[in-house]
């Protein structure tokens, strides 16, 4: 058992964010974990509010990253680590501010909406010594872990071609003004980078942590399907990965009975293998044909 | 009930033949036709040993296509319908003069290799005023015409997104130089078109009969990924429709543990549509999310 | 290739009946039957009209089982074996008087409506020397063969459990006065034996033939669920097997949905395996614990 | 937002035990409750240990459910509510002091062992006037809940039949002696009920509540299948309902391969529903044959 609960702050997740909310439930699971600090939203009013919802003290409800980085570094009984949560486009921020100051990092994907600011994050996790977690939890699961081990063991043989794809359907009516959420995600400025930032990330990563393959070159194809929608809505990626292998990728937020649709799908020399997270249970393998009988 | 049984010639369809083999079991099925002709190898000695194989008559097994339509035009008893079941690159030829001989055609698919061997076929067919069948069973299926019916009524919605595969497996290893048939697939000269013209169609097909739409662009990156395979073996392509849908599409011969593995995605504003055909029985409906209930 | 085709007879699968065209079908699919003699119904005006859409020479549209049994035994070109299709509790007439008459049977399933009918039929069999095919089409299938072969291997274990069902619905409505089949299978006379016999032993042979397990016990609630219904409908059995192991059945013909649910589900000391026959290419392998990881 | 969080005790879910750890992080999750007191062992030893694991103060580290329900319902900062997660046996006692004490109860299922205990904790609550909430969590599922909406709206159609299973396989094996849990509820005297006490009323709930149907009766087999088992591992019941539906049912703790399998399916006059929790994103609607086409 613990001494103590670790101190955790949030950067992000006030009133109306969804990821902050989720981090939270996370944090709570095993009772080893208490919220003690926030810089919850920038808009100063909503985050004293938000902060108030959560119980902070009010000397540690602060009014941005800089500051709380700062003045948690400052205290003995200090933040261990902070969640970062907010847009993906603004994670390069505190996730440089954070680790300088000594913090360990929880930071929500997409780790960035640019290549400098993703390189940015790595140079000064890896300078600070400090933890930096990215919450591709998949890569936590089991199943996943198991079928990461496979291939690396060669099995289902030299892996030649890898298809994914992220399918959600929020995004598939147009954006509701009244929709923070959907706005900043639908927004040019705001969103960074449209449905690969948001979710494409996320197969991805998943397609490259269980095959061992990195993406050398891609084709993409990028589409704003919805009337008025100003960001990629819906992408479909031809990708070639270093050594030769093939790939085949899709991530949409308009395809709609897709609450969280994340499937990968590796083809290998001595047979296939299917993943489809809205149900995680499920595994199909294919097996070659001299071990299957038709029917 | 009918007075005679239909009289069925087959071009191509001989010893070793895949194809002909399958129309003849279909031919046999509801007891209404009766094979009494064929030219049934371009080797002599093949189309001779396998018109014998057939019981045909020895005046009846002819020594090519041309002969064929001549011949059996020209008979009171001649054939009422040819199957033409040659490769794909040799479908132009029969295709063309058995219509002209009055004779009507069903053609396996693949139509053609070329764009000008198809509209040969195509305009050859309309001149005759006979039937020509060209066997996209697909659509024969009433799983498959009631889909194509509610996308017509505007069920699922206005169609934005279609994706169709079409896997198998029997080109997963090197050919065999002992089986002729992967041997012909997997020529250049003989095959014409690789996986796309092989069983690509397929799919590609089913996704426009059942949407409605037409391809108009295309971006296809074509992989001959098994060592030694001189046409592609798996082909990945973006697709636009006509009215602005995109598409994604694969298909392949080395996906291990797929026997014909068909499969078509629908997303429409209004809900998607999901069919695999290794299980025809299997119809995936991803509700709206209104009407959907996650737990 | 064979010199000449066989020479089939049938009894029953006159107009209006279903599984004789099933069994026409299938003795046409490789082209070595030709369907040449029949006693097609029992009504006479029914025989002969059914045998002229059979094309059958009048001499061979014989009036009854017995007659065609004797008649044909006698004709030099006379039929090699006979299709009993006529209902399950009439099989035993014919089924004695073919063998003994020197004539191979392919009798389509339930065998029999009584036990002292079965064990009639499988006396004259055996007595006879000849060939008597049960049409369990489902032990033909390559799946199922390697299930009994993993079984009796000692895959998944030693068997504790088998839990199987057949379910249709064709007799979820009440019966069509204008339907003969569900009218026949409907009437206690003429059915013999309800769900149980018409279609349950098709699951309760799986389930043996796969674990290699015999029935030594049972409890089964039989329904007549339908109004008006005066055979079982709907029943479901609790089974203790020779040797300790239980099973639970269900076989049903108002499962409305189920157009022909064929299951089988074998619980051992080392795994699960399921089958589902509607989807016959899907098999769920259920590993054990150590070898599966929660997600 | 809250004033303040609310207090939880938690009678059983010492060191060891399992399902005090589900309900501990069940209470964590939404940050509304606080765990402050416990009875958490019938052994003080572990009753000390066990408390000072999950930080309580020692003066409401109870002895026991009695002394517990006594004290706290006198403190000023007393619990709110308590979690029963002793074994099913033991849960009347705790059960029915709680309300009497004027604390609100969140009992784990299944109630009780006997039928007189179920009685005297149903009495207790009744009135007490305070909450007693049986976890059948099940039933707080939306997709369980529109299940339940659509019955009792006729969809689809009458009930005729039900079927439920619940199939773990964490009894598969021997019992470990060092396995306190497995020991306990394969232990006869601490068991109360073997499988169907321990899990089968779940399926049997489940049944019930979508339904809206009673059971009237019953015939059980109940199998202790695993050599020196003392209490039933497996059982297989055949129901009849009130009203004359019929149903059928299996609880089962040696089915390798299935951590937790809840499944469901009712019959109606219009159609079938299946449920299968272990992918409870899954639902499996069969449709009437008019409204389906075979393929």
């Known amino acids: 058992m613990m001494e103590r609960r670790l101190r955790l702050g949030m ?3 006030g009133r109306g964010a969804f990821i902050g909310a989720v981090h939270r439930m996370a944090a709570r699971l095993d009772g080893q974990w208490e919220l003690v600090a926030g810089a919850l939203s920038s808009d100063p009013g909503r985050a004293r509010a938000s902060a108030a919802d959560r119980g902070l003290a009010p000397e540690r409800a602060h009014a941005g990253w800089a ?3 700062r003045a948690e570094a400052a205290r003995a009984d200090g933040i261990d680590a902070v969640a970062i949560v907010t847009p993906n486009r603004l994670h390069a921020g505190p996730a440089v501010a954070f680790p300088n100051a000594g913090i360990h990092v929880v ?5 960035a909406a640019t290549l400098a600011a993703g390189e ?18 998949d890569s936590a699961c089991p199943l996943i872990r198991q079928a990461r081990a496979m291939a690396a063991a060669g099995d289902p043989g030299e892996i030649h071609l890898v298809q994914a794809e992220d399918l959600q359907d929020w995004l598939a009516a147009p954006a509701d003004p009244g929709n923070r959420q959907a706005d900043g995600r639908a927004d040019p400025a705001r969103a960074g980078a449209g449905t690969v930032g948001d979710i494409g990330t996320h197969a991805l990563h998943l397609a490259s942590y269980i095959s061992g393959l990195r993406v050398a070159e891609l084709a993409a194809n990028l589409s704003s399907m919805v009337p008025g929608r100003r960001v990629a809505d819906d992408a479909r990626i031809l990708l070639r990965f270093a050594g030769g292998a093939r790939g085949m990728f899709r991530a ?6 897709h609450e969280n649709g994340l499937s990968l799908r590796i083809c290998g020399t001595e047979g296939g293998r299917d993943r489809a997270q809205e149900n995680p249970d499920l595994r199909a393998v294919t097996p070659p044909a001299d071990s299957r009988a038709g029917c």
């Open 120 to 137: 940015a994050i790595a140079a000064a996790a890896k300078a600070s010594g400090r933890l930096f977690v990215l919450t591709h939890i």
């Open 252 to 257: 949409g937020q308009l395809a709609v009975g």
């Open 11 to 13: 950067g992000g997740g």
């Open 107 to 111: 930071c929500d994907r997409s780790l």
């Open 67 to 69: 500051e709380m980085a």
